[in-house]
């Protein structure tokens, strides 16, 4: 079984930033792909950004995204790391750790005043 646990997250006000973690605990296989995820008040929950199984490549959902944050993992995939900057009020919301099929509980980001 596997278990995420996000932190990290917080209010702050438009262009400051956040480091959000997640703590993977049971079978981790860097093999798998490893993401976060956001979800809005109102909207279904969609991609952030993600760490490639394998070959470990970043890859974000929007193009905005990829100057603005920065996915990493430790190198046995026990933590995932969310950097995120320039933080805007459209990216608050909750955001959640997912490896293959488990979630994690989900930390809350709030921006703006």
């Known amino acids: 079984q596997v278990q995420l646990v996000e932190s990290g997250g917080g209010s702050v006000q438009p262009g400051g930033s956040l480091k959000l973690t997640c703590a993977a605990s049971?079978?981790?296989?860097?093999?798998?792909?490893q993401a976060w995820y956001r979800q809005a008040p109102g909207k279904e929950r969609e991609l952030v950004a993600w760490?490639?199984?394998?070959?470990?490549?970043?890859?974000y959902a929007v193009d905005s995204m990829k100057g603005r944050f920065h996915i990493y993992r430790d190198q046995n995939g026990y933590k995932l790391s969310l950097d995120m900057n320039d933080l805007k009020p459209e990216d608050t919301a909750t955001y959640y750790c997912n490896y293959r099929v488990f979630w994690g509980q989900g930390t809350q980001v709030t921006v703006g005043t």
């Open positions: 049971g079978d981790i296989f860097t093999m798998f792909d």
């Open positions: 760490v490639q199984g394998g070959t470990g490549t970043q890859y």
